[in-house]
């Protein structure tokens, strides 16, 4: 089988840390200017957004989320898990476009399930791809991050973290 070629790039860095961002009670989410800058830069306004992991949804530049269909196509370690999560992936997932004003509409049904609807999310970037989650995974990451965090602190300085 022929190896895959690398999956697109953007031309612009990704935006770092997180941003807080808005959904409004149509379901359309407001992309901060970065978020839209950095997906522009992947030379298309359309996107696939679902959930993977059913508790956070996942926003790709449609040329990146080819790149991952054609992977899961050509994976062939473990095809049950590439079946599994192309399932889910359509599932939970649908096309979209991002629109002049930076909104783009996420999916009906799982941002339903995920209450995110006329609500306040966190964005973040990895991967080429924009993490949107919600307020009650937000806390749950936080307070498990703070569980013995001066040790994990102290542990990385010693390893040569800045």
Not at 73 to 89: L, N, R, T
Not at 113 to 123: A, K, P, Q, Y
Request: glycine share 4%; with cysteine; net charge neutral.
């Amino acid at each position: 089988m022929d190896p895959l070629p690398k999956p697109p790039s953007p031309t612009v860095d990704p935006p770092l840390g997180t941003y807080p961002a808005k959904v409004d009670e149509r379901g359309r989410l407001k992309l901060p200017a970065d978020f839209k800058e950095f997906l522009a830069s992947f030379g298309d306004n359309r996107v696939f957004i679902t959930s993977l992991d059913e508790r956070t949804l996942q926003l790709y530049p449609i040329s990146v989320w080819r790149y991952n269909l054609d992977f899961l196509m050509s994976y062939s370690e473990d095809p049950e898990a590439s079946q599994s999560v192309a399932i889910i992936a359509n599932a939970n997932g649908c096309g979209s476009v991002i629109d002049d004003q930076g909104r783009v509409l996420l999916p009906q049904d799982i941002r339903r399930r995920l209450n995110l609807e006329n609500t306040t999310v966190h964005l973040d970037c990895y991967r080429n791809q924009v993490n949107i989650i919600g307020p009650d995974v937000v806390e749950e990451r936080l307070r498990r991050a703070r569980v013995n965090l001066e040790q994990k602190l102290a542990t990385l300085k010693k390893a040569g973290f800045q």
